[in-house]
């Protein structure tokens, strides 16, 4: 039997997984995210002591411990080159955490460790070939060739949501403007879900809001299934930018399957089936040589459990 | 000693070419590409023995014979999958050019034999991980990942001039609206030029054309150089469009190096120095990880030959 270890590091919690040899997540254990690169190394140590303790083992009873995170990595070198929510640039993530642990440390990209649980366990089981988007705050985007991981030729590649959509439209977090990430993420949705609501008063939208508390990734989503235009308008337009983003990527890739995963995914069919329509017309000669199937990501928030603890093997 | 042939087949001629062991072209013959797939097939069939007969061999002395198409094209199943210039669809053409030929066929995409040709003998020479746009009629892509030739999942992507740069923008050839190569190929530029000819009728480039001839793609960049602000003009935009590609495409593939070919590489310095210099904006966290040098193609039409001769290797 062999267990691993998967760290999730994000913005408010650290959270640490046993996965066992069937890719099932079999024990957690979480603790905020606290302030400051040192306090945050140390926590994700804790973590993984805690967590192996829970299985009654230590952590030297394990091959490695894989640390996921919503950052760029160097996984060459093992450092985290820039993050969005701490602001840390260029810092020796896995040489300071293997001072804290007794074994070798991997760490990878969030995006990238999602498609890694996907593709060893989840939609992506057995395929070779796999794109994913991650449909959240940002859009995350991870590659498998041949069965193994993608990072671009210096290990910081595939920032899928950083091709342009729109070349000089709205500004992305990363200081490029009219990237798919700008179009495509679930900030991006509510951004274009308040944009119509303030043109169309009389859209359902507001009493939705008025219901349901502050706009979100399904204000527009939830009140389309009703009927109401204006959101009918805000969700056609959404999944067009990203049936073409989709479509843009499928003609680089051409995996045998697309993922999505994120918040967005959790719309299902209602996103799902148009989306699978309209990316043909956005993928090259799609009439001659087809269009992989847009599917949805089947593990959630466990595949970034799964393929942090997997790192090592991809 | 190893001689190799590589065919390159265009719209207007057969190119047949002896490649020797330093990946010179050592031999060279040319015929007009005819009427029909059979035709073309005997014709590319006739090229290879001739361009043999030059070097005093036969086409069963070489181990293969390869050939590049500006198409898209099946390298698993060896089908030409589809062609604009000859409206050609899903044909067997390494088929039936072994039904001609005594040895193996390969066969490739234009713009796949040039990065080939390039990596082998030109401007990336010994790197790894290389992509490379070939601006022409069309914008080609090739790209390379771990000294091996990367063409898809299903040996049909790398369409890189057909990924999205505006969404929903002009019409690409390939039915598809807003993709990089309706706005960075020579025939965009060309209209990008037309239209600051009719807005701005005192420009020097009326001038220019009276004396050159029909707009071309030298046009905007040559009044440029000569200081005239409609060209300017045309020229900034046009960089930046190529900019936003190509930074888009690093933020992907992180390759070490990024290849400009076909005609428009021709502007040499006065193209690459600003696109250098423009593209870093459009590079995820440019200013930590850095940005890959933009260089010209060095073999420029022999690239193709070389590489089409070396499919095998790849």
Redesign the interface.
């Given at each position: 039997m062999q267990y691993r270890i998967g760290i999730d590091m994000g913005g408010t919690a650290i959270k640490a997984g046993i996965v066992d040899e069937n890719y099932q997540v079999v024990y957690r254990h979480s603790r905020p995210t606290g302030q400051g690169f040192e306090r945050v190394v140390a926590d994700m140590a804790a973590a993984a002591r805690e967590v192996a303790e829970m299985a009654g083992l230590a952590v030297s009873d394990f091959p490695c411990v894989g640390v996921g995170t919503p950052s760029?990595i160097?996984p060459n070198t093992g450092r985290l080159?820039?993050s969005n929510n701490t602001n840390w640039?260029?810092v020796p993530l896995r040489e300071e955490l293997e001072k804290h642990l007794p074994v070798p440390v991997y760490i990878g990209n969030d995006a990238n460790c999602a498609i890694i649980g996907e593709a060893l366990a989840g939609a992506a089981k057995g395929c070779?070939?796999v794109i994913m988007l991650t449909l959240g705050t940002g859009v995350g985007?991870g590659?498998i060739?041949n069965g193994k991981l993608?990072c671009?030729?210096?290990?910081?590649?595939?920032?899928?949501g950083?091709?342009?959509?729109?070349?000089?439209?709205y500004p992305c977090t990363?200081?490029?403007n009219?990237c798919?990430e700008s179009?495509a993420s679930v900030t991006a949705l509510i951004r274009q879900t308040k944009e119509a609501m303030e043109a169309h008063p009389q859209s359902a939208m507001h009493a939705y809001c008025r219901e349901h508390g502050d706009v979100s990734g399904r204000t527009a989503f939830d009140c389309a299934r009703q009927g109401d235009a204006a959101a009918l308008a805000v969700v056609d337009q959404y999944m067009?930018?990203l049936a073409?983003?989709i479509?843009?990527?499928?003609?680089?890739?051409?995996?045998?399957i697309v993922l999505i995963g994120g918040g967005l995914s959790g719309e299902g069919d209602y996103l799902l089936k148009p989306l699978n329509e309209r990316v043909k017309?956005?993928v090259?000669?799609s009439d001659?040589?087809g269009v992989p199937p847009i599917v949805k990501a089947a593990l959630g928030n466990a595949a970034g459990t799964i393929g942090a603890a997997c790192l090592d093997q991809m």
């Open positions: 760029c160097n080159v820039f640039r260029n070779a070939n985007g590659v060739l993608y671009g030729g210096d290990g910081m590649g595939t920032e899928l950083h091709t342009p959509l729109i070349a000089g439209g990363c200081g490029i009219g798919l179009y067009e930018y073409n983003g479509g843009g990527l499928v003609n680089v890739f051409r995996p045998e017309k956005y090259f000669a001659i040589i």
